[in-house]
């Protein structure tokens, strides 16, 4: 719901007293909650604590297992409309298939990844569809077929689970079609979150894929002769978008996905003004009474709503409203509460949104790093201590790769005195991201794998690799 819709909804309210808080109702002073962990310098318990404190999930008592409370599952609920609106314009169909699988379905899978242990609920729903598609598709008459479920699937393979960001159960939007053309990611249109966009390793692509290409929050694999084409995008986006716009008073949610986008806290009206004018105020407002200003204010910026609306008896004198922007929130701004009122708040959110991704966007500029060599440019301190990503002439083997994770874990390991790393923590040595479709430079015949001292493969590089560590 756009700001101009939903304020002009809110004013069209009934004019209704507000009732009174029920006695048993929690106060502020009740309510104290110790200072958030800080996002700078311990961001895993910043992370987890922002989640639950903020409303955006729960635990559960399956490990990697959690419950998407409303807060979060409205902003997938947004992305669901978002991309259904572009699906459909595409000539995409939504469908739904089964979620088990056969083991003898599974068994025609076993040449793409090994798994870790037999399966019955869907870790992809390849296997499922496929045989389906085998049966519709009989001619060239029946293509294109394009067709995208909404689902939840299971991967069992791992430890160390995080919310979001590597749950063992999650949801994700999987599109299937029996043609080929480029998947869109619109990661910067809805969440603010710029993206890099490229081709991933062939240690890293789909399983039996003969390409994945990515944008971090979406992949498309080409699967040749096993599959058809697939594309995705999953709640692991949510977590991204924490991470990005998140500070140390809580959620910062882009106006574009915010379920709530506008929150109205009166300052002072109850013993200061005239009933009949309170309850113009109130019936758009945050009304509960047993709670004061400040720690609505804190509530609400835990949760991330991008504008907060503060309205005083001054303000109502005036015909005014103080607006307070999430990202800015030492700037207040009066706003006039005329015919142009929501125009101003919505072109408020749209400059809020522009914001949060250039901001961002230098945030991601200024952790990327272009180096030739591993041992001279430090390769495994910029990936590790400052936690950059490394943009590396590579020769792309799977090899070479490998070796390359090995040899920064250990020194990881090492450096940390940590002994040996663990193989599938979310802490280990650094992979290949992608390789970027945009490359910083051409590489220039004869250069050599940035890799070579370590990985001892002494192949000239192709192209420039991006390589992170998983955290």
């Known amino acids: ?102 083991s003898r379905a599974l068994d025609k899978e076993q040449a793409h990844s090994e798994l870790a242990e037999p399966l019955a609920i869907r870790p992809t729903s390849e296997t499922i569809m496929y045989p389906a598609f085998a049966r519709w598709i009989t001619s060239y008459r029946d293509l294109p077929l394009r067709l995208n479920q909404w689902c939840n699937v299971v991967r069992w393979e791992f430890k160390h689970p995080q919310p979001f960001l590597r749950s063992r159960e999650f949801l994700w939007q999987e599109g299937h079609s029996a043609f080929a053309t480029a998947a869109q990611a619109d990661a910067e249109d809805l969440l603010a979150v710029p993206v890099i966009a490229g081709r991933k390793s062939d240690r890293e692509k789909f399983a039996g894929a003969l390409y994945t290409s990515t944008v971090e929050a979406a992949t498309s694999h080409a699967l040749g002769q096993n599959f058809a084409r697939i594309w995705g995008l999953t709640t692991r986006t949510l977590g991204v978008m924490v991470l990005v716009h998140g500070d140390d008073k809580g959620l910062v949610l882009p106006p574009r996905v915010a379920s709530v986008q506008v929150v109205v806290v009166p300052c002072g009206l109850t013993a200061k003004l005239a009933p009949e004018k309170r309850d113009e105020v109130m019936r758009a407002a945050d009304t509960r009474e047993q709670f004061s200003p400040g720690f609505k204010f804190n509530d609400w910026e835990m949760k991330g709503v991008p504008i907060r609306i503060e309205v005083g008896p001054r303000d109502v004198a005036n015909g005014q409203v103080v607006a307070v922007r999430r990202d800015m929130l030492g700037v207040k701004t009066p706003v006039p509460v005329n015919g142009e ?15 949060m991704f250039e901001r961002a966007k230098r945030d991601r500029d200024a952790h990327v790093a272009v180096i030739d060599e591993w041992e001279k440019d430090g390769f495994v301190q910029l990936v590790g201590e400052e936690s950059k990503m490394v943009m590396a002439p590579w020769c792309g083997s799977v090899e070479c790769e490998e070796k390359i994770k090995e040899a920064s874990a250990s020194a990881s390991a090492a450096s940390a005195g940590a002994g040996e790393a663990d193989e599938r923590a979310p802490a280990m040595g650094a992979k290949s991201l992608c390789i970027p479709f945009e490359q910083p430079r051409e590489v220039a015949s004869g250069t050599r794998c940035f890799a070579h001292g370590v990985s001892g493969c002494g192949k000239e590089a192709v192209a420039y690799g991006l390589f992170g560590r998983s955290h």
Request: glycine share 4%; proline share 10%; hydrophobic share 35%.
């Open 1 to 102: 719901m756009s700001s101009a819709t939903m304020l002009t909804s809110m004013a069209a309210l009934p004019k209704t007293k507000p009732k009174p808080a029920p006695p048993t109702a929690p106060s502020s002073a009740s309510i104290q909650h110790p200072p958030l962990p800080s996002k700078s310098q311990d961001p895993s318990k910043w992370y987890s604590t922002i989640l639950t404190r903020s409303g955006m999930l729960d635990y559960h008592d399956v490990s990697g297992c959690y419950i998407l409370r409303p807060w979060s599952y409205s902003i997938w609920s947004h992305i669901q409309s978002f991309l259904n609106a572009r699906l459909t314009d595409s000539g995409v169909d939504n469908c739904y298939f089964p979620m088990f699988v056969t």
């Open 341 to 355: 009122f929501a125009r101003a708040i919505q072109g408020m959110m749209d400059e809020m949104h522009k914001d």
